[in-house]
């Protein structure tokens, strides 16, 4: 496995963890819930927005 396809599974799984921390922050309904959700969805949203240059950068998927 090369360093990238690493890097690309760890990124993928970042965004996963903060869309589900965003979830679970907005049902458990704790005072600032909502703002720390807000947070972590622009979080995946930065990093989403890095994966996808990281495509442009290193050429598609092996």
Do not use: D, E, N
Request: charge should be positive; hydrophobic fraction near 60%; aromatic fraction near 12%.
């Amino acid at each position: 496995m090369k360093l990238i396809t690493a890097h690309r599974i760890l990124i993928g799984a970042a965004i996963a963890f903060f869309l589900f921390y965003a979830v679970v922050a907005v049902v458990h309904g704790r005072p600032g819930a909502l703002v720390q959700a807000a947070i972590a969805v622009a979080i995946a949203i930065g990093l989403g927005i890095y994966y996808r240059r990281l495509r442009r950068r290193w050429g598609p998927r092996p």
